[in-house]
């Protein structure tokens, strides 16, 4: 005993109070259940993954005498000039306008978008800040916070984004008690979000810009706009929207972060961001001592898949199978699930957002879950997606159903076992 | 200008304390002079890159279809589990010995082994922690301590490892200041050290180790021996060196970083380490917060090398050539630098050191720094390499020279220019 509390001694604060990952329990959960369908897992489908296509690009770098030895050399931290520039131009085109947020120099290339929301936090918070994150968010979000010893302060979500209402609410009451100046950045999913699949207007984005700046004066600082655009490529019903960069004001207040993980490939992983100064050097500098720079390999995979065409390509070519997907999702919930649910269904990424009526408990300890695993079938109860926030309890009567990686039968079959168990205790 | 300060306000302690990387004013020297030979970088040489057979291995992985699409999904966050067990098995042929330390479920894989320490800093320590480096280290990780808050203190550097003598005048001051409770671990880069070439014998190893756990108990908590070995299979003369995992009581008190990147290619950017409790768990949880593992594709590459034996035939073969490229410097030493200059050679590695007389300033203000630009040869400081440390001033004449990316002629040509200089000066 005496041994293992020294050991503990040893760690710094940030390694003692680092939790598990929220959804560890719930993946070492599915393992040994041969015949468990997972609706959980937030894995991109393996049908959809670019096995030739890959193969393909590396034997093009790989045989070029000139592309070759430097994509398995060292290169440069903010990522290489190639796939910075392909990226910008990829960004701009999404965005249907060219603004000097768009600026190639403004981007860093990342080891996927999560080690830039790490970097960004790191550049950005001490103990103690404050976060304004969507409520629900994404739960690894919420453990980067935890563990950094970050402060967040959710904000309702609504279907189309952000309750702009709330948000100023927020806002006034960080500001009565002091606490805006410990506020720095709202963090925003703004694409298919994870977990609920809302998307967010580009109206709101704009007025959510608005609001921060009335309060900087206040925080004595900038309130940044975190864009994570991680889900924007996996879109297969209606337009896209155009991202916070192509707001006014956007070069020096927002940041913008998006991934090739998921509409490429996660094994290819590689993400990215647009910053502002003097956050762009901050992480740029903090990347330095990470890792001095992402893959060249991955990097110039992607950049020769970009400029190719061969990327669009693949892109258009995912639409379809994630859509049929999403419409066996929705057509099984029409069919097995009660009317009291509310379903909020999604024009891409990989998720829906089921809403019991408010007492139905649906967290790892309720009796709907214990059910739903006794049945052979696992979702991510919406409580894991929460902030710790004084100002509420944690709503726990929500599902988040993914649809990204089970085949359409087993989204079917799924979806049928676990609306026989919530017509049970609805 | 207010706006400036402002934005600057945003920023975290860390961010805004983060400095530039030591040799990014080095690299940018080095562009826009195409006659300037570097022997600062402390690349790979591009001619040892395993091109063909990099793209041999991921046609392999890539055309089964077994292997392939899971080679481009999400995986673990500490690693696939063939590549922990490979790099455990790997490891333990080296030390030709199996302990405990060398169990495979202690591995983790990272984005290369500088990911690896940075994650095990943020485990360990807290903002004014101590942790003892070698006089002089890797300047990266002096980056990673000036970021993260860490002091540092220096312990002399000997020809075959540390002064262990210095060691416990080190280690009593800090007990007699009561500083010693800050001190969280010694870093020792054991092979073929960055940046003198110096290597540690198996018996300073266990010395330091031993003497560590003396100081435990006014510590008050463990004091790690974090063994840094990226440099170990860059190896072209004399036997390998057992690492410290095989040390007695390694399982509880040894870190072990290795890395992947420089024997077999930076481009497919893998580390790993061999962990104890608690903080093997504590990094696996930070890793699952900094991006939930290390692209899985780099991975099954590396996975197929090792099992394959193709692995151990590239490093055999790279052998030959930095062999052949230090005979190169050594020779080019001898005839061209004054013999007032010591010069530390090296069995493996990347680099030499070269120790002008006290007095003659290297450092990048100075004439010999200045005139070796001029005469286009670029080497790397030495007092870039040596810690902040209240008991020193830092060294500033001595030199870093690396034998790793340029050719047998261009180091032979930049060891004369810089000779030249020298001579003027010594």
């Not at 859509?323 to 379903?343: C, H």
């Amino acid at each position: 005993m005496k041994k293992q509390t020294d050991a503990a001694l040893s760690l710094s604060a940030l390694g003692r109070r680092t939790a598990a990952p929220a959804i560890s329990w719930l993946m070492a959960t599915a393992l040994g259940r041969p015949k468990l369908i997972s609706l959980a897992a937030g894995f991109t489908d393996n049908a959809t993954l670019p096995v030739a296509l890959t193969r393909e690009l590396i034997n093009e770098v790989l045989s070029d005498p000139q592309a070759g030895p430097p994509a398995l050399q060292y290169g440069i931290t903010a990522g290489e000039n190639n796939l910075r520039q392909f990226t910008a131009e990829h960004v701009q085109k999404l965005d249907g306008v060219r603004t000097p947020a768009h600026a190639w120099e403004r981007v860093i290339v990342t080891g996927g978008s999560q080690q830039l929301l790490y970097m960004t936090l790191e550049a950005l918070c001490d103990e103690g800040d404050i976060i304004l994150v969507e409520d629900p968010t994404y739960f690894v979000f919420l453990g980067i916070l935890q563990s950094q010893g970050i402060q967040a302060r959710g904000v309702r979500l609504e279907r189309d984004g952000l309750d702009l209402a709330h948000l100023k609410t927020v806002l006034d009451g960080l500001k009565k008690t002091g606490q805006l100046r410990r506020v720095k950045a709202l963090y925003l999913i703004t694409y298919f979000q994870n977990p609920t699949g809302a998307s967010t207007t580009l109206a709101k984005k704009r007025a959510a810009l608005a609001l921060l700046k009335q309060y900087e004066t206040a925080a004595g600082h900038p309130l940044y706009l975190l864009e994570d655009a991680a889900y924007r490529e996996l879109r297969f019903a209606g337009p896209d929207t155009p991202s916070a960069l192509t707001l006014r004001g956007a070069a020096s207040r927002v940041i913008y972060t998006g991934t090739y993980s998921k509409p490429y490939a996660p094994g290819v992983r590689a993400g990215f961001g647009f910053l502002p100064e003097p956050l762009l050097t901050a992480v740029q500098r903090i990347k330095g001592n990470h890792d001095f720079g992402t893959a060249n390999l991955l990097q110039q995979v992607l950049a020769l898949a970009l400029t190719s065409g061969r990327y669009d390509r693949h892109v258009a070519g995912i639409e379809q199978r994630y859509g049929e997907k999403a419409r066996v999702m929705k057509q099984a919930l029409a069919e097995y699930f009660p009317p009291a649910v509310e379903i909020w269904e999604s024009g891409g990424g990989l998720y829906f957002w089921a809403r019991l009526p408010v007492g139905v408990v649906t967290g790892v300890k309720s009796k709907v879950f214990q059910a739903a695993l006794k049945n052979d079938v696992l979702y991510v109860p919406g409580g894991l997606c929460y902030a710790e926030d004084p100002a509420r309890p944690i709503p726990d009567h929500e599902m988040r159903l993914s649809f990204g990686s089970a085949s359409p039968e087993n989204i079917r079959e799924g979806v049928r076992r676990l609306g026989a168990v919530v017509k049970k205790f609805v």
